[in-house]
Structures are given as structure tokens and as C-alpha cells.
């Protein structure tokens, strides 16, 4: 019996919004790469997420660091349009006296 070696893709896709999510899960690459630079095993990354296979988490983990500038070019795309989008929703959404304004409509409701 012999072993047949043969590359596999990562289990990486690309969703419509451009976001990349790991092994058909609604977990972001950004988000196994994050907890990954903490310090959490592929192990500890399968507890906290249990729809991830440990596979997939042990491949992504490889793509990362077999393309670690793409990945970080990524990762750095993802954090400046998260940035403009809360920018955006602040500017469109008032954040002074939120908290203010909410307990109020509680009161009122409650009367």
C-alpha cells in the first residue's frame, strides 16, 4: 500500500461581501487569525468555535503563514472599512447622550 500525497485547497471562500470565512462556517479568517496571534492552539480555536473543524483550523492557520503579507494586507483592508463604516454610523447616528436619550424612552414606557 502506498501514500498518495496531493495538495488540497484551504478551506477558504470568499463571500459576496468580500469577507473570507473558514471551512463553510460563518467564522472569518479574521477572526482565526486573531485569536491565533494570542496564543490559542488550533485546539483551543476548535473549543471556542465549534462549527470550525480542526482541519480547516490547522489549514487556515497554514495559508496564514504560508501567505502571511497577503493575509495581513487583508486583515488591514478588513480593520480600515470597519473604521469607515463606524465612522459613517456616527456621523449618521449621534453617540453623545445615547445612553441619555434611551433611559428616557425606558421611563416613558414604563409611565
Known sequence: MSLVIKAEPAPLAVASD????VGGTRVTLDTVVAVFKQGSTAEEIVQRYPSLMLGDVYA???FYLNHQEDVEAYLQQRQQQAQEIRQMNEARFDPQGLRDRLLARRIERQA
Request: glycine share 14%; aromatic share 0%.
Open 18 to 21: 468580500g469577507v473570507v470565512r
Open 60 to 62: 487556515s492557520i497554514a
